[in-house]
């Protein structure tokens, strides 16, 4: 049985490190010293095989902690997609972040827009334009 939790001790560094620098379509190639620079500086989340204590899902969400969140670097092993781990990764993260009274989330994704919607999230439209800066 999966569980979730918000507790960094319990992440997986190197496996971590691994799904997204050879597994994501937005993150590979990423150095370990950046990676590990990102997630000392975000909250980390994780799925856990109840028995075995085996990672099997990753989150972490960059947040001021009183108005905006950023959620990033959401990644379910291949093994156990389909079976409930994402929205259980899902609900724990947006649980815990629920008494900061947080006013925006926002993500990025190319393929799991209906799983976000099922959490109350929506493209982004309206009066407000988003823009972005990259390097």
Request: proline content about 4%.
């Amino acid at each position: 049985m999966p569980v979730f939790s918000a507790d960094p001790a319990r992440i997986d560094v190197a496996l971590v490190h691994r799904w997204l620098s050879e597994e994501s379509y937005w993150a590979k190639g990423r150095p370990r010293a950046t990676q590990d620079v990102a997630m000392a500086g975000s909250r980390n989340y994780g799925v856990y095989d109840e028995a075995t204590g085996a990672q099997l899902a990753y989150a972490r969400v960059v947040t001021d902690g009183a108005l905006f969140a950023w959620l990033c670097d959401v990644f379910v092993a291949p093994s156990v997609r389909g079976t409930g781990v994402g929205k259980l990764l899902l609900q724990g993260v947006l649980d815990d972040l629920e008494p900061l009274g947080l006013k925006r989330m926002l993500l990025a994704t190319a393929d799991a827009q209906e799983l976000y919607r099922r959490f109350g999230f929506t493209e982004l439209s309206g009066e407000m334009a988003w823009m972005i800066r990259q390097s």
